[in-house]
């Protein structure tokens, strides 16, 4: 499987921005997959994930503000970022990894595990919100 992101770019605070992953084949319910970002000079750290039974979980830090959802049969992950802040600046990366088809797996582990159970990653893609 091969992850390609895209629909980054500047924004000013406030605005939306919608990411999109591209997978190279479908991947079925076995794939959990996720959006995580890295700023410069800081660990790369969760955004939101969703689980093999189509469960989501997302970081404190963007919650009520972004949305992560799946497209089923193409399996294109997508974050929806809205009220964007300064702090959101970040490259932000699409991951995946096999879980359990139809049971919760990578929602059950906190943020700061999700980086540590994706295996795969696509290049990122850049997004940066002026205040």
């Known amino acids: 499987v091969q992850l390609a992101e895209s629909g980054g770019g500047s924004v000013e605070s406030g605005g939306s921005l919608t990411l999109s992953c591209a997978v190279s084949?479908?991947?079925?319910?076995?794939?959990?997959m996720g959006w995580l970002r890295q700023s410069p000079g800081k660990e790369r750290e969760g955004v939101a994930v969703?689980?093999?039974?189509?469960?989501?979980s997302y970081a404190d830090s963007v919650k009520g503000r972004f949305t992560i959802s799946q497209d089923t049969v193409t399996s294109t992950l997508y974050l929806q970022m809205n009220s964007l802040k300064a702090e959101d600046t970040a490259m932000y990366y699409c991951?995946?990894?096999?879980?359990?088809?139809?049971?919760?797996?990578?929602?059950?582990?906190?943020?700061?595990?999700?980086?540590?159970?994706?295996?795969?990653w696509g290049q990122g893609t850049q997004v940066t919100v002026s205040s």
């Open positions: 991951a995946a990894d096999f879980c359990v088809p139809h049971k919760a797996t990578v929602t059950r582990l906190a943020p700061r595990a999700w980086s540590a159970f994706f295996g795969t």
């Open positions: 084949r479908s991947a079925g319910s076995g794939v959990c």
């Open positions: 969703i689980d093999g039974d189509g469960s989501t």
